[in-house]
């Protein structure tokens, strides 16, 4: 998780996890805004973006992820290339399902990685958010199906 706090006389902010809160000190108002935004001093307004963890030509670094644990790496690679190339699945399907996974993780390399994939393989841009679509569903299912946890524990210390 990425954390950053900023303070002044007159305001607080602080980043967490993709969004900031931006707090008004006199007057105890918060709004959320993006992490892709930033603050203007002299307008009081969120505007453009300053701050990002992510770079984009860290992606192609990727690459050198073996550099100080060859094995590991290159056994990595073997399996990626397997588990990621043609099969009983197309080539296709694969990159749908990974751009899918890549959105529910939030992994912003492997969103960049395999939305330009998924472009060149004449996957429309439809597609590809009815796919981001169906992993939002399966997130948000995955996160209620744990609420059967919370529901029996409810019940037990109700008895």
């Known amino acids: 998780m990425f954390y950053y706090y900023y303070e002044d006389a007159f305001h607080q902010?602080?980043?967490?996890?993709?969004?900031y809160c931006y707090k008004l000190?006199?007057?105890?108002?918060s709004h959320h805004y993006p992490l892709a935004t930033?603050?203007?001093?002299?307008?009081y307004i969120f505007r453009g973006a300053k701050m990002n963890y992510y770079e984009p030509k860290d992606l192609v670094d990727f690459p050198n992820i073996a550099e100080w644990a060859?094995?590991?790496g290159n056994k990595f690679f073997e399996y990626y290339g397997a588990?990621?190339?043609a099969g009983k699945?197309?080539?296709?399907?694969?990159?749908?399902?990974?751009?899918?996974?890549?959105?529910?993780?939030n992994c912003p390399y492997c969103i960049d990685a395999y939305t330009t994939k998924c472009m060149s393989l004449?996957?429309?841009?439809?597609e590809m958010m009815e796919?981001?679509?169906?992993?939002?569903?399966?997130?948000?299912?995955?996160?209620?199906?744990?609420?059967?946890?919370?529901?029996?524990?409810?019940?037990?210390?109700?008895?």
Not at 13 to 19: D, L
Not at 25 to 29: A, F, I, L, N, V
């Open 25 to 29: 000190k006199d007057k105890g108002e």
């Open 70 to 72: 060859a094995d590991q």
């Open 38 to 43: 930033y603050y203007d001093k002299k307008n």
């Open 122 to 126: 004449g996957i429309s841009s439809e």
């Open 83 to 85: 588990a990621t190339g």
């Open 131 to 159: 796919a981001a679509h169906v992993g939002a569903a399966m997130m948000a299912g995955v996160t209620l199906a744990h609420t059967t946890q919370m529901r029996k524990i409810i019940k037990k210390k109700e008895m």
């Open 89 to 105: 699945l197309t080539e296709r399907e694969k990159s749908l399902i990974a751009l899918t996974v890549a959105v529910t993780q």
């Open 13 to 19: 902010v602080i980043f967490k996890s993709g969004i």
